[in-house]
């Protein structure tokens, strides 16, 4: 490994095709990555939620590994613990579902961690800065390592219309106060006639904001609703649409802002890398088997997430994310992250 310049100029976008494991090898051994042998290398994933059949298989992320391993440094994979009960919530849940999926010690032969801590309560605050957030909270991982490799699962998302290496930055190692500051303006409305009263929502609701009457139909207190957006989504007769308390634009806003401020700090020794396969229409955080809406596209990588993720849309092309999520103006992250200056 060299310990010069990035090979990568920082507005510069590797890319290879395929959907394998040795397709990403190629890709990885293109990139001279700013790491200095023997520091520790953080790797962002996304292990999935119980249930969910659309996650990344651990082959990539120890493909990944066995890179670092070779570079000399100190690789380790990690998420976050989330907002909305299932099989992530806490870090004891959430190793657990990692297991479950294959993300074991041994198969990626490196620690597996929980970013936050086990309680989700590790969590440091820093600078914003734009519209929303004079200061972000996020996980404490962002000063416990000395580098990062931000490896996401490029796919759609129900209120970002597609989720890749912002997201992953933003939502991926926010702390769960500030996720819940980003989806705080979202609620849940009813479409009485859809609804078939089977009380998943309020089974499923971690703020005890949703209760189902015995002679009626459910209702949500707004109030007490933190906006993860969990009824909506697992909702098995889509009977549940979001009401925004604000314009949606302002959701991508934030999911920028955020990102933004986590990148401000491990920007200067981070990787990302984009895998554009099995590109389903929805999160990895939500239970379930997506349909796929475009080919698998191959990996993109470079050395800023706004540019991985522009050139990601640029292959697949904007189309399926739009017929998936109609009327989300996922646009507005890119357009707001060049107004604060969250560009190479
Ligand atoms: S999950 Fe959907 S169908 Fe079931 S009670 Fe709630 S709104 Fe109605
Ligand atoms: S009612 Fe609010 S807090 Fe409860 S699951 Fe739905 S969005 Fe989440």
């Known amino acids: 490994m060299r ?3 990035p090979k990568i100029p920082t507005a510069d976008i590797l890319h290879v095709p395929g959907n394998s494991a040795e397709s990403l090898r190629c890709l990885l051994q293109d990139l001279s990555p700013p790491f200095t042998v023997g520091e520790s290398v953080g790797i962002k994933i996304h292990w999935g939620e119980r ?3 659309g996650f990344l298989h651990p082959r990539y992320a120890r493909e990944i590994v066995r890179w670092l391993t070779e570079l000399g440094v100190r690789p380790f994979v990690f998420d976050t613990t989330v907002l909305y009960s299932g099989g992530r919530r806490s870090g004891e ?3 657990k579902t990692a297991a479950e999926h294959g993300f074991t010690e041994a198969y990626l032969e490196c620690p597996v961690r929980i970013g936050d801590g086990m309680d989700g309560r590790d969590v440091v605050e820093i600078e914003g800065g734009g519209r929303h957030f004079p200061s972000v909270q996020a996980a404490s991982i962002l000063h416990k390592a000395d580098a990062f490799v931000i490896f996401s699962h490029f796919k759609g998302h129900m209120v970002s219309s597609f989720g890749g290496a912002i997201k992953n930055i933003s939502m991926g190692m926010a702390s769960r106060a500030q996720k819940q500051r980003m989806h705080a303006d979202a609620h849940p409305v009813l479409s009485r006639k859809r609804c078939i009263r089977c009380g998943l929502c309020v089974e499923v609701c971690p703020a005890g904001a949703a209760a189902m009457p015995a002679d009626g139909d459910p209702v949500y207190d707004l109030n007490a609703c933190i906006g993860c957006a969990q009824c909506i989504a697992l909702c098995p007769q889509s009977a549940l649409k979001i009401l925004w308390d604000t314009d949606i634009t302002v959701f991508q806003e934030k999911l920028v802002e955020t990102a933004a401020a986590i990148w401000r700090v491990i920007g200067p020794k981070t990787v990302i890398v984009n895998a554009l396969i099995r590109i389903v229409t929805e999160c990895d955080c939500l239970p379930g088997n997506h349909p796929v809406i475009a080919e698998d ?16 849309i640029r292959r697949i092309g904007a189309e399926p994310f739009d017929r998936a999520h109609a009327q989300i103006p996922w646009q507005r992250q890119f357009a707001y992250a060049r107004e604060i200056g969250f560009t190479p």
């Open 3 to 5: 310990e010069s310049e």
């Open 51 to 53: 249930g969910n059949e």
């Open 93 to 95: 849940e959430s190793l």
């Open 297 to 312: 596209a191959g990996f993109v990588a470079g050395r800023h997430p706004v540019l991985v993720d522009e050139e990601s």
